[in-house]
Nanobody, 124 residues
Framework: QVHLVESGGGLVQAGGSLRLSCAASGRTATFHAMGWFRQAPGKEREFVAGINWSVSNTYYADSVKGRFTISRDNAKNTLYLQMNSLKPEDTGVYYC?????????????????WGQGTQVTVSS
């Protein structure tokens, strides 16, 4: 079992920044890629960013490219998402998840463990 806990969400004005963290415990994410997803009210959950196990590759949704940065500290079993230049359309619940393999995956069903989510609200 892997237990993922997100933190760092909150209310921020447009143009502001937030840093999300995701702490992993249990069998952790050894040799697994990790990802961030988000779900806005009334919309389906969507991929935001992913990072492979060896931290040599990252991938972003077009909507956040250039504004968000995903990173991980494998020694601390922690995943991060630095979000800059936030927009109201970034509002939603943000989830971290463990991929089923070491490479970056973008589909929800390629992730087997999920956190409970953290709310991010960007006001205009």
């Amino acid at each position: 079992q892997v237990h993922l806990v997100e933190s760092g969400g909150g209310l921020v004005q447009a143009g502001g920044s937030l840093r999300l963290s995701c702490a992993a415990s249990g069998r952790t994410a050894t040799f697994h890629a990790m990802g961030w997803f988000r779900q806005a009210p009334g919309k389906e959950r969507e991929f935001v960013a992913g990072i492979n196990w060896s931290v040599s590759n990252t991938y972003y949704a077009d909507s956040v490219k250039g504004r968000f940065t995903i990173s991980r500290d494998n020694a601390k079993n922690t995943l991060y998402l630095q979000m800059n230049s936030l927009k109201p359309e970034d509002t939603g619940v943000y989830y971290c998840a463990r991929a089923t393999g070491p490479g970056i995956l973008t589909r929800q069903y390629d992730y087997d463990y999920w956190g409970q989510g953290t709310q991010v609200t960007v006001s205009s």
